[in-house]
């Protein structure tokens, strides 16, 4: 298959690329590196730019004959979009916008979007299910929401058939320990209990230990990237296949608590870890874990690795690469 995938240096997206490529499809990324790494993507063709940039977009999918795009690129740091809400709207949904339209003008009409848990907010039921109330609490998660309606209207106006897959807690890394998450710029629990674990960090913040878990600290459902990057594989078949447009939750469908993470952690790297009780953050949920039925029915889709793989592959990563990806060769290339 020959994808277009945008923001495909950035975490997420080059572990996919990777997958991508090892099965034999035709890949090019579009990515403007503002938040990703060349060197995350070997010797995979890279066009750095924007993803509202028309006539460049147009111009790789006539060249390319792109039949499918896999659109990773966003920001996603929830405090920095309750800081600049516009920012957020104007990267995430505007130039989202002006992307689907460029595809559509260009015949592409198949279309993975990386959407996110967030969208549920503070769950009413558990596990979370795709039907269940979205109720997201800052502009980040009100993006995905915006783009999730965008997409439906683009399917029946156009014929643009998608699947949103809401992601959980994306975490973990290459199995191997040759790419992984770049810490540098990281806000989520695992990269940071990493960071602490090398010295990098002086602890580890939990926000909340008075919360009514069983440890106090909030439970979440972490999901190992390869476990993600194999799904939107069988996404892209899915829809090759014919299937209509879907939103698929994707988590492993178990919660685990902030401090549960970092005693494994400590055990796994055998390196202490100092953590600080400080206060809960607004809008931060209890606990969150997904039903991934509707992945396992639909997509043939099941998770391979359990929370001790994505601690082991991170720790790997990270104390293998201390500084991210800095200092990496950078393959020539696209
Ligand atoms: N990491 C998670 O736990 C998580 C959870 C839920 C959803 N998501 C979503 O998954 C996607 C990928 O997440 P990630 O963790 O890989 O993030 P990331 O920041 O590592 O990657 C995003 C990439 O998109 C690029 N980008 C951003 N805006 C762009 C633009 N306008 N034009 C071109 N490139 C642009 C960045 O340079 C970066 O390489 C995002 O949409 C994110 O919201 C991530």
């Known amino acids: 298959m020959r994808v277009l995938v945008t923001g495909g240096a950035g975490y997420i997206g080059s572990h996919t690329v990777q997958q991508l490529r090892q099965r034999g499809d035709d890949v090019i990324v579009l990515d403007s590196l503002e938040r990703g790494y060349r060197a995350a993507l070997g010797d995979t063709p890279c066009v750095v730019g924007d993803i509202a940039d028309e006539d460049l977009v147009t111009q790789i999918c006539r060249r390319q004959r792109i039949e499918a795009v896999l659109h990773f690129a966003a920001y996603k740091a929830v405090g920095e979009s309750m800081a600049q809400p516009a920012r957020y709207f104007l990267n995430n949904v505007h130039k989202t916008n002006i992307l689907l339209e460029t595809l559509r003008q260009a015949g592409v009409t198949r279309f993975i979007f990386s959407s996110s848990a967030a969208v549920y907010g503070t769950p009413t039921e558990l596990p979370v299910r795709e039907t269940s109330p979205l109720q997201p609490e800052n502009p980040y998660a009100a993006s995905k929401v915006m783009v999730e309606q965008m997409l439906r209207w683009f399917d029946a106006c ?36 990493m960071k602490a674990a090398l010295g990098k960090l002086p602890h580890v913040e939990i926000y909340g230990t ?32 014919g299937g209509d447009s879907e939103t698929v939750n994707l988590g492993i469908g178990k919660g685990y608590s ?7 952690a400590l055990h796994l790297s055998g390196k202490a870890i100092p953590s600080v009780a400080v206060a809960r953050r607004t809008g931060d949920p209890v606990a969150i874990w997904a039903d991934n039925a509707k992945a396992r029915d639909l997509l043939h889709w099941q998770p391979r690795y359990a929370l001790e793989d994505i601690i082991r592959t991170a720790w790997r990563w990270h104390s293998s690469h201390p500084n991210g990806f800095e200092g990496e060769r950078i393959s020539a290339g696209g």
């Open 210 to 241: 008075d919360y009514p878990t069983p440890d106090g600290t909030c439970i979440r459902d972490y999901i190992h990237v390869l476990d993600l990057a194999d799904a939107h594989l069988r996404a892209l078949d899915y829809l090759a296949a």
């Open 258 to 264: 902030v401090q549960e993470v970092i005693d494994l």
């Open 158 to 193: 156009h014929g643009m058939r998608f699947v949103s897959l809401r992601y959980f807690n994306a975490a973990g890394a290459a199995l191997d320990g040759q790419m992984g998450e770049d810490f540098r710029a990281a806000t989520n629990l695992v990269p940071l209990v």
